[in-house]
């Protein structure tokens, strides 16, 4: 199985649901805080994980996927394309599961108690 075919047959289907199951409480300034979490963890995990290759704490099949390479510092950074989307898909996945607990807050037309 590749990377991507992990995504596919496992990920996706998730992430489908999630948005179902939160589709009527999914609001824009979700959306807005979802994206700068992603933000953050790309930021944040990237590079860590791109030194844990470089050192090679742990490697992948570069056969099985697409490579995505920069030169910053004089090294060499590499990861696959699928890593980078699996730290945006469980951030939005995690972000749906909190999303989906989180009390409902009243609409403006409610009448106050």
Do not use: Q
């Not at 994980?49 to 099949?61: G, H, L, S």
């Not at 570069?62 to 990861?79: D, F, N």
């Not at 730290?87 to 009390?103: K, M, Y």
């Amino acid at each position: 199985m590749t990377y991507f075919t992990f995504h596919l047959t496992f990920n996706l289907p998730a992430l489908l649901l999630l948005l179902w199951l939160t589709r009527r409480r999914l609001r824009p300034t979700h959306w807005k805080w979802i994206a700068m979490v992603c933000g953050i963890v790309i930021v944040a995990t990237a590079p860590w994980d791109n030194w844990a290759v470089y050192r090679r704490i742990w490697d992948f099949d570069w056969a099985r996927v697409t490579p995505v390479e920069v030169l910053l510092g004089g090294v060499r950074w590499r990861l696959p394309a699928e890593e980078y989307a699996f730290f945006f898909i469980e951030t939005v996945l995690i972000s749906l599961v909190t999303i989906l607990f989180l009390p409902v807050a009243p609409s403006k037309n409610s009448p106050r108690a």
